[in-house]
Nanobody, 124 residues
Framework: QVQPVQSGGGSVQAGGSLRLTCAVSEYTYINKCMAWFRQAPGKEREWAALLSTSTGGTYYADSVKGRFTVSGDSAKNVVYLQMNNLRPEDTAMYYC?????????????????WGQGTQVTVSS
């Protein structure tokens, strides 16, 4: 079993941009919900963005809406998280995850295949 592989994290100044990448297998990608979660130190893990790979529908947490964009490339089995106008409060460990079923949800318990995580640090 090959777990999702993430890349693209790093440090950026407030107002800057980063793009995270999550590469998965075909069976992990198709007809799934691909999710981006994040967890800051001392805080609970929270969902940031969701992508349905069957419908193309996207969903965003209020905290990132208008600044983050989730997209997928079905030819490459890759999901992206484009993060613009980053803020210090976006600083967190970011994880991609894939659901087993075809439907998106906000609960981390519905996601079984998790990437290794990548740190995003935004300085003021």
């Amino acid at each position: 079993q090959v777990q999702p592989v993430q890349s693209g994290g790093g440090s950026v100044q407030a107002g800057g941009s980063l793009r995270l990448t999550c590469a998965v297998s075909e069976y992990t990608y198709i007809n799934k919900c691909m999710a981006w979660f994040r967890q800051a130190p001392g805080k609970e893990r929270e969902w940031a963005a969701l992508l349905s790979t069957s419908t193309g529908g996207t969903y965003y947490a209020d905290s990132v809406k208008g600044r983050f964009t989730v997209s997928g490339d079905s030819a490459k089995n890759v999901v992206y998280l484009q993060m613009n106008n980053l803020r210090p409060e976006d600083t967190a460990m970011y994880y991609c995850a894939a659901s087993r079923g075809p439907f998106c949800s906000y609960g981390e318990g519905d996601y079984n295949d998790w990437g290794q995580g990548t740190q995003v640090t935004v300085s003021s």
